[in-house]
């Protein structure tokens, strides 16, 4: 296990040191000034030129590259060329938004779609079975972003219960920041429940057909303890993997809900740093999503061999 | 959930929480929630060129010698009165004695000197350096009184001061307001949750008439479908101006909310290559003049009527002319021009558009209108900084859509060097003279002849002002609905 680990680990670092090249250089060759962006259609030269020296741009691009993976390493982001404030502060403070909001959308998604799943495995080509799959089309088929504007229009224009968009912060209380997490999260939930329905029935569906669970059966056990102790744990393999696939999609691929409901996330801070050039932050968000990725990876492998000790062997 | 009020009224207490709207009413509403599209990159305004750190902190935060009222009128703000000497030179500025910046440090003329010699610094980053390089010298006599002498009589020299790039600032915190501003303004920078809100409250030491509103809080949502989700919602009190046209309907019937329709400075123009042929030929201008319909162009990019214009002014400006039929739509004439020019069957080029919808949208029309006489113009979306780097600062371009939104820039024709390359010296010479022309009238006529020699050669095409669409909530009173400075003072906000 250990021995696996540590490879897993030089893999890990050789990959994010690629991944460091590969992002600098590619922003490297994109056409546009960060410090024209910031100083618009009049700036005078003498302006820009004050600008790009505060802004470390006048250094050449090896200088720059070595800086920043020095930083990097050192945990030193660099400066926001917008906001003029440490990238690392940026991240943690959109993290704040971000983290929670993928964690209530993965509960969701979770708990809707495990359970739908297994319900339509046990009633397999019964109404219930058919409900569930219609349920799972529709969630694979429903935009996000569309459904996020009607949770919207019901619950927030119609009813008045929650906020239409917007995060207080934290500081605002927990009640006023979940209230304000609730539709964003229901809306991230609902495709990756579908998914998750999906994928949980046919790995249900499979498992039921194994020998153990007809012994377990034949020995008199009841459905409910069939299906649960003994069908849903050999089927939880490939739903921990879709899982983690996932969170790294609910980390990083929040842009468009976060833009629809104007929350202040990671995503929004991608969009908006694109947009503005702000190549410092695009560079580090992009290092950070590909280190989140292997690392979420690597988590799911370890995860495999808790839930089949036959794996842990293996390795 | 349970919110207190079910709770409340399942314990049975339906009186009590019945009560609970009165107790709110009793006191006047004093805080606002008012949004915009775009967030401030950061909140000091001598230092980019951002329109959304004006909007924030111009004349709420910061304030100048000057201030620009909601009618384009240039009024005392920290100079209390000033006079301007015979020769056009000199002017000697009577400041406030009660102004304080928000952390106690009295104003004085010391800090005036300070903020203009700052802004020319070496290592300046000011996006308007050229409003202060008229400045010869500057005298502060006494605490209150500061002289400036110019190099030469400069029409424009108070109307730049009213920009936020001539906001006063103290040494003590001048390094630290790109995060915590410190100005002299009617409210104090609070907090700011960066991508969502900022705080701001009430400056109970101001030394003008005191806000009616103790907070202010500005949220910054860019998604055209989550601005009005959150005007519907009662989540904002007001919109500074809509990004989403489209449902103007939808919240003109919502009587909970009112629509403003108002002018801005932003003249959106068909920015033309005049220094690349065919472009060069002012034949091949005046047959793109005579096919842009501004009306069909407007109508598809809004949906409903805003302010055309024939040259690069602005009509909320006293010495606008209007100049929309100098070259009225006409086909055939379009034509006829284009087969003097060499181009009987057309030609091909590239309309180069920057992301904003007004431009996209436009472009589009504008190559339909275009093709109607064989001109192909093939659309190529480019980000903002591709656009800054290729159109704007590489001037390689042949046609692109573009709003200039600075006030009272119809002199950057008169540079060589600009993008779309006119150059006239005629053209230059009246802008020369209207720089040392300070009586008004004199002024404002000049400024007609410069508009008049622009539509004549058809420099670039001339379509429509930027709306400034203004949705608030029906009781809140004061917001600016025109903006001859993109600016949000919140001092006379009020709910009624």
């Not at chain 2, 000091?44 to 009222?69: C, H, K, Y």
């Amino acid at each position: 296990m250990l021995a696996f680990a540590g490879r897993r680990l030089i893999a890990f670092v050789l990959t994010l040191m690629a991944a460091a090249l590969v992002i600098f250089l590619m922003l490297e060759v994109l056409p546009g000034d960060p410090a024209a962006v910031t100083l618009g259609l009049n700036a005078a030269p003498e302006a820009l030129a004050a600008l790009r020296a505060e802004m470390g741009l006048d250094r050449p691009a090896v200088v720059r590259f070595l800086a920043w993976v020095g930083g990097l390493v050192t945990g030193d982001l660099g400066l926001s060329y917008t906001y003029r404030v440490p990238v690392s502060q940026l991240i943690a403070e959109r993290m704040a938004v971000t983290l929670p909001l993928a964690l209530m959308a993965m509960t969701l998604a979770a708990a809707i779609g495990v359970p739908l799943g297994m319900l339509a495995a046990a009633n397999h080509n019964r109404p219930a079975d058919a409900a569930v799959m219609v349920f799972a089309q529709a969630g694979l088929a429903i935009p996000n972003f569309w459904f996020g504007l009607l949770l919207v229009l019901v619950f927030a224009i119609g009813l008045g219960w929650l906020p239409a968009g917007g995060f207080p912060g934290w500081q605002a209380g927990a009640g006023a920041a979940l209230r304000s997490l609730a539709l964003p999260a229901l809306a991230l939930a609902l495709p990756q429940a579908a998914i998750l329905a999906r994928v949980t029935r046919s790995a249900m569906l499979d498992t039921l057909q194994e020998d153990f669970v007809r012994t377990a059966r034949a020995k008199g056990l009841g459905e409910a303890a069939t299906v649960l102790r003994h069908a849903l744990r050999n089927a939880l393999i490939p739903v921990v993997t879709i899982l983690g696939l996932q969170f790294s999609v609910l980390i990083a691929g929040a842009i468009i809900i976060e833009n629809v409901f104007a929350l202040p996330g990671l995503g929004r801070l991608v969009f908006q740093s694109i947009a503005q050039h702000d190549l410092i932050v695009v560079k580090d968000l992009v290092m950070l999503f590909a280190a989140l990725a292997i690392l979420v990876n690597f988590l799911v492998d370890l995860l495999y061999g808790v839930i089949d000790p036959r794996l842990r062997e293996a390795a | 959930m349970t919110t207190r009020r079910e709770f409340l009224a399942g314990a049975g207490l339906e009186a009590l929480a019945a009560q609970l709207p009165v107790i709110a009413l009793a006191q006047p509403k004093d805080s606002v929630t008012i949004a915009m599209t775009l967030e401030p990159p950061t909140l000091d305004p001598t230092s980019g060129a951002a329109q959304a750190i004006r909007e924030v902190t111009l004349q709420n935060i910061f304030e100048g010698l000057v201030r620009m009222d909601r009618t384009g009128k240039i009024v005392p703000c920290l100079a209390e009165s000033w006079e301007v000497a015979a020769d056009n030179l000199t002017y000697r500025f009577k400041l406030r004695t009660n102004a304080t910046f928000h952390d106690g440090t009295p104003f004085t003329s010391e800090l005036v000197k300070f903020s203009f010699e700052r802004a020319v610094a070496p290592d300046s980053t000011n996006a308007q350096r050229q409003l202060f390089a008229p400045i010869a010298a500057i005298e502060t006599p006494d605490p209150v009184t500061v002289v400036i002498t110019l190099k030469q009589p400069t029409a424009n020299f108070l109307y730049g001061l009213a920009w936020g790039d001539a906001v006063i600032v103290a040494p003590a915190s001048a390094a630290n307001n790109k995060t915590s501003p410190v100005g002299t303004g009617p409210f104090r920078f609070v907090r700011w949750n960066r991508g969502d809100r900022l705080e701001l409250a009430r400056n109970d030491a101001y030394w003008g008439a005191k806000p009616a509103l103790a907070k202010a809080t500005f949220r910054f949502i860019s998604d055209p479908a989550a601005q009005v989700a959150s005007l519907r919602a009662g989540d904002v009190d007001a919109q500074t101006n809509l990004a989403a046209p489209e449902a103007v309907a939808q919240l003109k019937a919502d009587p909970k909310l009112k629509v403003a329709f108002g002018k801005t400075e932003g003249e959106v123009i068909l920015a033309t290559n005049n220094a690349k042929p065919p472009f060069n030929d002012l034949r091949v201008r005046q047959a793109i003049a005579h096919v842009l319909d501004r009306k069909t162009i407007a109508l598809g990019v809004y949906g409903f009527d805003v302010d055309l214009i024939g040259s690069h002014f602005s009509p909320l400006h006293p010495a606008y002319v209007d100049l929309t039929n100098t070259y009225p739509p006409d086909l055939a004439k379009a034509k006829a021009l284009l087969a003097q020019a060499g181009h009987p069957n057309g030609f091909t080029c590239t309309l180069r558009l920057p992301p904003p919808a007004y431009a996209r949208r436009a472009g589009e029309i504008i190559a339909a209108l275009l093709a109607q006489v064989g001109i192909n113009a093939r659309i190529e979306p480019l980000e903002f900084p591709q656009w800054l780097e290729r159109v704007f600062r590489g001037k390689d371009f042949d046609l692109s859509v573009i709003a200039h939104t600075e006030p009272l820039d119809i002199g950057n024709y008169a540079r060589d060097d600009y993008y779309f390359q006119y150059r006239n010296p005629e053209f230059k010479a009246l802008i020369a003279k209207i720089d040392v022309t300070l009586p008004e009238a004199e002024r404002n006529a000049l400024y007609g002849e410069a508009q008049r020699i622009l539509a004549r050669d058809a420099v670039n095409g001339f379509l429509f002002v930027l709306p400034k669409i203004t949705v608030t909530a029906a009781g809140l009173e004061g917001m600016w609905t025109d903006w001859p400075l993109p600016i949000t003072p919140l001092a006379e906000v009020v709910w009624r």
